[in-house]
């Protein structure tokens, strides 16, 4: 087993599509379709890495990304985006954005590109 990964995102077709690439490539797949979702979640099973959605009705992947972030042992975690112009507005000022430190992929999100994220994440949790 490579490790358990949380996916949230409310599209329904993007959400199956990263959950397939990842239990092919191993991996033990957690699915939400939402913030809220996500915290329930959690409260049953252990992750090692997350896939977030930033744009999501009632809790944003930013906020989600928070919380994760502050569990013990925090959550590494790759937001994903359909609206990358947003982004810059989002993030604002955020100097732990700038700073490279969150990983944001624009969609669609090629699978290669996406497993190469993941494991980056596996590998920093380790």
């Known amino acids: 087993m490579l490790g358990t990964v949380l996916v949230v995102e409310d599209n329904d077709l993007v959400r199956e599509s990263f959950c397939h690439v990842l239990s092919q490539r191993g991996y033990t797949v957690v699915e939400a379709e939402d913030g809220q979702d996500a915290l329930n979640k959690l409260e049953q099973d252990d992750v090692d890495a997350a ?3 930033i744009m999501m009705p009632s809790m944003g992947g930013l906020e989600l990304r928070e919380v994760l972030l502050a569990r ?3 959550v590494p975690t790759i937001l994903v985006t ?3 112009d947003l982004v810059a ?3 604002g000022d955020n100097f732990d954005f700038l700073g490279g430190r969150i990983t944001v992929l624009q969609k669609p999100v090629h699978p290669v590109k996406l497993l190469a994220e993941v494991e980056k994440c596996m590998e920093s949790s380790s």
């Open 51 to 53: 896939i977030v959605d």
């Open 89 to 91: 507005d989002l993030m």
């Open 82 to 84: 359909g609206q990358p």
């Open 72 to 74: 013990t042992p925090p």
